[in-house]
């Protein structure tokens, strides 16, 4: 097995380019599981965790806009300036494992390996987040729901590397809440973000671990705006209600070792009506 430890993102793309079947090692919280599992074993391996290009965040306030980089670390993410600016992000990022795992584990983990139990990825959903991509001569932006294809599978190129996200910051309420089999260090059973952005009147509501991707709830979305002022953010029981009952229906679920489908789903009108309650100005 090769290792190269990178320094800078042009050495990590040439790397990858020379060995496109390389796995790309970030905080390792992933890849090191399978591999000690011995349920993966890589040829080559191209480290990223010294590019510090990859390790950086800023706040672009004219576009209002937060550029992540790919290997800003969980601990980062579930503090401020992203508890203030992107408070779903932070909430996300402190359900992810342990300290010891949010302090290695990344959002570009989380992209690379595309789990639809992925904390951060239903917020990338919900906010409608931009994936950048970069190859030794190419670059490219797309829409997280664009990226996300399937279970563990996305539209990265094996010469890419994801080099961070932009995520519009929102004016409005948004939040994440999980389902798991125990309240810590624990794989989603059932998760959701709802995001309100007052300047378009939309709630929007991410679903993550009951379908293949990242489920954007639509309909339900469609189906509140045409009842209720967003902007005013005034969401009556009954209405929270029947959006949890709406959302649900949007879920698909599967039966596996952590839950039923019939669970998931009922995990998910209850996430969904909580959420909406507590968008309430
Ligand atoms: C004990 C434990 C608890 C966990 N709990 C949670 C949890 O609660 N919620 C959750 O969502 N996850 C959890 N995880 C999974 C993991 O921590 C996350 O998925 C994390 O985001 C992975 O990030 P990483 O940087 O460690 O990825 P790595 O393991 O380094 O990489 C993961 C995958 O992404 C690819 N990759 C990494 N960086 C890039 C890049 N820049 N461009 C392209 N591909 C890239 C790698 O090649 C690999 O395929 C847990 C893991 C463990 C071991």
């Known amino acids: 097995m090769t290792v190269t430890v990178a320094t800078n993102l042009a050495d990590a793309l040439a790397a990858l380019r020379a060995t496109p079947e390389a796995r790309l090692l970030q905080g390792g919280t992933d890849t090191m599981v399978e591999i000690n599992f011995n349920h993966y074993k890589p040829e080559h391996i191209v480290a990223l965790r010294k590019v510090e290009e990859l390790r950086s965040f800023s706040i672009q306030e004219d576009k209002g806009e937060i550029f992540i980089g790919s290997g800003v670390p969980y601990q980062t993410l579930e503090n401020d300036p992203f508890l203030t600016l992107l408070p779903a992000l932070a909430q996300a990022s402190r359900t992810v494992g342990s300290p010891q795992i949010r302090a290695a584990g990344s959002l570009g983990g989380n992209l690379g390996t595309c789990s639809p139990a992925g904390d951060g990825l239903p917020v990338l959903s919900a906010l409608d987040a931009i994936v950048h991509l970069r190859s030794v001569d190419d670059?490219?932006?797309?829409?997280?729901?664009?990226?996300?294809?399937?279970?563990?599978?996305?539209?990265?190129?094996?010469?890419?590397?994801i080099t961070g996200v932009t995520v519009p910051i929102l004016n409005g309420f948004q939040g994440y809440s999980k389902v798991g089999v125990r309240n810590a260090m624990v794989i989603s059973v059932a998760s959701a973000c709802l995001a309100v952005d007052k300047a378009t009147a939309q709630v929007r509501l991410a679903l993550g671990a009951v379908g293949p991707t990242i489920i954007r709830c639509r309909d339900t979305e469609q189906w509140l705006s045409a009842?209720?002022?967003?902007?005013?953010?005034?969401?009556?029981?009954?209405?929270?209600?029947?959006?949890?009952?709406?959302?649900?229906?949007?879920?698909?679920?599967?039966?596996?070792?952590?839950?039923?489908?019939?669970?998931?789903?009922?995990?998910?009108?209850?996430?969904?009506?909580?959420?909406?309650?507590?968008?309430?100005?």
């Open 139 to 161: 670059s490219r932006d797309v829409l997280f729901h664009d990226f996300m294809t399937g279970v563990k599978r996305n539209t990265r190129k094996p010469d890419e590397i």
């Open 227 to 281: 009842q209720v002022d967003v902007t005013a953010s005034v969401f009556s029981n009954a209405a929270a209600k029947e959006f949890g009952r709406r959302a649900a229906l949007e879920a698909r679920p599967i039966d596996d070792h952590r839950s039923t489908a019939e669970y998931r789903r009922h995990a998910i009108s209850v996430l969904a009506e909580r959420l909406l309650l507590k968008a309430n100005s």
